[in-house]
């Protein structure tokens, strides 16, 4: 049964989004989902005809949209961006307008429709290379790139808007890993599982940079259990989400392990040797939250999802991969 608050989820269309508002509903939510839909509008399944969820197909760079949207929401989950430094860097004014432009109007839009808690979901790319071993909320930012200065930035200008009535948090997630009816094959677990299964090799370069990973049912989970806290323990706060900080090496291992056929890995030296690592102990702490799920989990869960067919033409097909989609859109764009 539904309960009276309305959650707006901007770029609900995309990967975590597909999965999550599913599980919003199942909360007992009501879900709004605000989306430009490039890569397909087809993504929820399950949900599609469910009376509490409803599609807008829109952009949050336009007003009148972002006004339609928040129309009677009490709560808004802040998704939509131009993912990834590849895809931002294709069109970096695209980029910048998405990821950035929009970013203060929306808050203050939300702010004005009465929205009463906005969740921000920003990248652990802010933190930059950092020698620590366990990189934690405290430390100096210092983003490599556009996309991730500009993620730094609106957590700033959110933190600006906070007050007795508009509670605001920021989630720096791992890298996400596993399967979502809006896929994603481009994302270092996921690009080693595919290649896995449909060529028989898992290729790495370098090995020992670290990534921290999350299971995407994990990443769905944070934002439901931060959006269920009282205010005092969520106010202006910001939290880093991450499973356990593995190295290259170990991820192809562990997707090797836990694959239903043989495959083999061939390492290759590279010239990118960042390394990240992040500290997840703040919101295990503070919120008593932590992981259920691994990377062993989302490996045997895309392996079925490719037994199932669910994920055809996976090695080309331009949906599953933000920068060959964002070129495609790009080109179209810039067409006479």
Not at 17 to 39: H, I, M, S
Not at 98 to 123: I, T
Request: proline share 4%; net charge negative; aromatic share 8%.
């Amino acid at each position: 049964m539904s309960n009276s608050r309305r959650i707006l989820v901007t770029g609900g269309a995309g990967y975590v989004g597909a999965v999550l508002c599913p599980k919003l509903l199942e909360a007992g939510y009501q879900v709004r989902v605000l989306d430009t839909c490039w890569f397909g509008s087809d993504v929820f399944p399950s949900i599609a005809d469910d009376a509490n969820f409803e599609l807008i197909v829109g952009d949050i760079r336009n007003a009148e949209d972002v006004r339609t949207a928040l129309q009677g929401c009490t709560d808004v989950i802040h998704l939509a961006c131009i993912s990834n430094d590849p895809s931002y860097d294709l069109d970096p004014q695209l980029g910048e307008d998405v990821n950035f432009r929009a970013f203060e109007p929306l808050v203050h839009m939300a702010k004005d429709a009465g929205v009463k808690r906005f969740l921000y979901a920003s990248s652990s790319s802010v933190y930059g290379i950092k020698d620590e071993e366990q990189v934690t909320e405290d430390l100096k930012l210092e983003p490599l790139t556009d996309y991730s200065r500009f993620k730094a930035l609106c957590e700033e200008i959110l933190n600006s808007y906070a007050d007795d009535q508009f509670v605001v948090t920021t989630i720096r997630p791992a890298t996400v890993c596993g399967y979502s009816p809006r896929q994603r094959l481009d994302v270092i677990v996921n690009i080693l599982v595919n290649h896995a299964v449909n060529r028989g090799v898992i290729r790495v370069f370098g090995g020992a940079q670290f990534r921290p990973n999350l299971h995407i049912d994990d990443m769905c989970r944070a934002y439901l259990d931060v959006l269920q806290q009282p205010v005092e323990l969520v106010q202006r706060e910001i939290f880093n989400v991450g499973g356990i900080n593995h190295t290259v090496t170990e991820l192809a291992d562990i997707v090797q392990a836990n694959i239903d056929r043989d495959a083999v890995i061939e390492i290759e030296p590279t010239e990118d040797n960042r390394s990240y690592r992040i500290s997840s102990e703040r919101i295990r702490e503070k919120l008593g939250f932590q992981p259920h799920k691994g990377v062993p989990d989302a490996v045997k869960e895309l392996v079925e999802a490719f037994n199932l067919g669910l994920l055809p033409g996976s090695l080309e097909d331009s949906r599953y991969f933000n920068i060959k989609r964002m070129g495609e859109i790009v080109s179209d764009t810039a067409a006479p």
